[in-house]
Nanobody, 126 residues
Framework: QVPLVESGGGLVQAGGSLNLTCIDSGRTFNTHTMGWFRQAPGKEREFVAATGGSVTYYADSVKGRFTISRDNAKNAVLLQMNHLKSEDTAVYYC?????????????????????WGQGTQVTVSS
């Protein structure tokens, strides 16, 4: 089991910003696809953003507000979240695929990811 640890969640007012960090302390992941998903109460887990190789992809709901990036030297993937809205409230999960996912149809599928973090709560107050 590759341990993924998220941090950076919290409570923020609408319009504010938060930065999430995910650290893979198990192995080097520079050739893997990394993604962020979220799950709000009573809803299914949904794709937020992913990065792998030269590809970065976002859900329409966060495009222009969220930025995913990675620091391969630190085995870290970051999610910078700006202009937060109340509908962004959810538990955010970091995910890692053992391979490089090719194609957006694969990037958005949670089943394509092999490892998951425990999640970090993000609450946006209106």
């Amino acid at each position: 089991q590759v341990p993924l640890v998220e941090s950076g969640g919290g409570l923020v007012q609408a319009g504010g910003s938060l930065n999430l960090t995910c650290i893979d302390s198990g192995r080097t992941f520079n050739t893997h696809t990394m993604g962020w998903f979220r799950q709000a109460p009573g809803k299914e887990r949904e794709f937020v953003a992913a990065t792998g190789g030269s590809v970065t992809y976002y859900a329409d709901s966060v495009k222009g507000r969220f930025t995913i990036s990675r620091d391969n030297a630190k085995n870290a993937v970051l999610l910078q979240m700006n202009h937060l809205k109340s509908e962004d409230t959810a538990v955010y999960y970091c995910a890692e695929s053992r391979s490089l996912l090719i194609g957006t149809s694969l990037l958005v599928q949670s089943d394509e990811y092999d490892y998951w973090g425990q999640g970090t709560q993000v609450t946006v107050s209106s």
